[in-house]
């Protein structure tokens, strides 16, 4: 396939709502080509809904987008900025006679339509004001009617190529004459697109697939006001595991939430970017390899190829995006991730730096999300309960552990605090001891004893970061807990 070069494309959301997985997805799909071309990636509002858009959506959509790191060369251009342009080529229609005012009522055209219906018949406007002249116009302009501007739709077989899909194929007439303004200021969405595209020099529009049935609607009109048609690819829908239509569960999930659920922006921009698209195993200016999923930015915009987005649906798997987010948060910079984490973290947990940076660097090897840190760094910070069983081990019984318990806390006294140091060296002092009676049996209620769950780090990692004292003072409680059970 030839591509125009330099390209221009777009992203158009409606301010009408928070940015949201799909919309993100367009977003980058159109950042990746513009890049991998060296070509011009423009943000535009389509605000006309003046209804529904609102101001905090539209700043949620420029801030997130910036956030995952998809940004702009042009923009944000607001069609409610641009509502002359959309005047002069309504009037240029309703002169040349392609569109007409029509005053048909929401009642008249409901029951149209269901008659329509009940005749098993497309339902489509009948034509009904399609031949009022200008006079009749006016007159009913002058008592006060109401109106919107229609489009005449040609009858023909329009076919166009979709750069995913290959060619498709529409008959006209069977959408009847649509309604493109509701007053010469008011836009509706395929036409102020059409008018958008084209002053704006747009060669691709990349979009979903469920923009696939406006888009002849948008070439006939192309075709009437003389415009260009700029090349079409409709991105794949995004399927749940069962590949069902994405549930409420996910897509009623902004990019904001999962920011605030703690996902890092580079795990999302690489998941988001395999929804649907998969890169070459041969042929790419990076070496990638074949089983590999994890890219960064710059892999991604020379990897990008728009041929290989798929046409079946793009399965939303959340469990691959927590593994993602996992390996990000492994790798991420120890700085920032103590700074991501402070949105998580009581601030009390901060007033021992060194601890701080000590359990971050413990915990992050176990971390899916950051909002995860909280629940499995809070026994380091705040006082531990727990049910005195957990502390036996499954082959082991209340005596015996409590006895370990006591011989552990006289060989933790008699060490030096150095020992501490590490868990390394805490490991060399302990497990002879545990080996001699018993790894189980010593190591498992240790480790319950400092942190007061089942699954947690191992107990000298633990251990190094609460120091000698504390160390003794939790496993001291435990013995205390088993002596109180078998009372």
Request: hydrophobic share 40%; no cysteine.
């Given at each position: 396939?030839?591509?125009?070069?330099?390209?221009?494309?777009?992203?158009?959301?409606?301010?009408?709502?928070?940015?949201?997985?799909?919309?993100?997805?367009?977003?980058?799909?159109?950042?990746?080509?513009?890049k991998k071309l060296a070509g011009t990636f423009v943000l535009r509002i389509e605000d006309t809904d003046l209804?529904?858009?609102?101001?905090?959506?539209?700043?949620?959509?420029?801030?997130?987008?910036?956030?995952?790191?998809?940004?702009?060369?042009?923009g944000p251009v607001r069609q409610t900025e641009r509502l002359d342009h959309y005047e002069h080529y309504l009037r240029k229609l309703l002169h040349e006679d392609k569109a007409y005012y029509c005053f048909c009522s929401p009642e008249k055209l409901e029951i149209a339509r269901q008659e329509m219906v009940g005749r098993g018949v497309a339902p489509k406007y009948a034509g009904t004001c399609s031949t009022l002249t200008s006079a009749d116009v006016a007159l009913r302009h002058k008592e006060g009617a109401r109106s919107v501007i229609r489009f005449r739709m040609p009858s023909t077989i329009l076919q166009f190529h979709d750069m995913i899909r290959g060619d498709v194929s529409f008959d006209t007439s069977l959408f009847g004459d649509i309604v493109i303004s509701k007053d010469l200021r008011t836009p509706l969405y395929n036409f102020a697109v059409v008018v958008d595209d084209y002053e704006m020099q747009i060669s691709h529009v990349i979009r979903g697939e469920d923009h696939v049935s406006n888009t002849p609607k948008q070439i006939v009109l192309q075709r009437a006001l003389g415009f260009s048609t700029p090349l079409y690819a409709h991105l794949p829908l995004i399927l749940d595991t069962n590949r069902a239509k994405l549930s409420k569960r996910f897509n009623a999930v902004s990019i904001s939430d999962y920011k605030k659920t703690g996902y890092l922006p580079e795990a999302l921009f690489n998941f988001i970017a395999l929804l649907g698209w998969h890169p070459s195993e041969v042929g790419t200016t990076v070496n990638i390899s074949r089983h590999t999923e994890i890219f960064s930015r710059n892999e991604l915009i020379h990897a990008f190829d728009i041929e290989r987005v798929q046409k079946a649906g793009a399965i939303f798997d959340i469990e691959k995006l927590d593994w993602l987010n996992a390996h990000y948060i492994k790798v991420c910079d120890e700085e920032r991730l103590l700074a991501l984490l402070s949105d998580f973290a009581p601030q009390a947990w901060r007033a021992d730096p060194a601890k701080f940076r000590a359990v971050v660097a413990l915990m992050r090897e176990r971390m899916k999300r950051l909002d995860e840190f909280t629940e499995y760094a809070r026994f380091f910070f705040e006082p531990i309960a727990y049910e005195p069983g957990i502390l036996i081990w499954k082959k082991s019984d209340h005596d015996a552990t409590k006895e370990h318990l006591r011989l552990l806390v006289s060989l933790l006294e008699s060490l030096e605090t150095t020992s501490f140091a590490t868990p390394a060296l805490l490991e060399a002092r302990v497990m002879p001891f545990a080996e001699a009676r018993g790894r189980g049996d010593v190591l498992w209620p240790m480790r319950v004893a400092l942190s007061g769950v089942e699954k947690s780090p191992g107990p000298f990692e633990i251990a190094?970061?609460?120091?000698?004292?504390?160390?003794?003072?939790?496993?001291?409680?435990?013995?205390?807990?088993?002596?109180n059970l078998s009372h």
């Open positions: 396939m030839t591509i125009q070069h330099p390209p221009r494309v777009r992203i158009a959301p409606s301010p009408t709502g928070p940015l949201h997985i799909g919309t993100a997805r367009t977003g980058l799909f159109n950042f990746l080509f513009a209804e529904r858009s609102e101001i905090r959506f539209e700043n949620d959509i420029i801030e997130y987008l910036r956030w995952l790191g998809i940004t702009w060369d042009e190094t970061i609460l120091g000698k004292e504390e160390t003794i003072q939790r496993i001291t409680h435990a013995i205390k807990v088993l002596e």
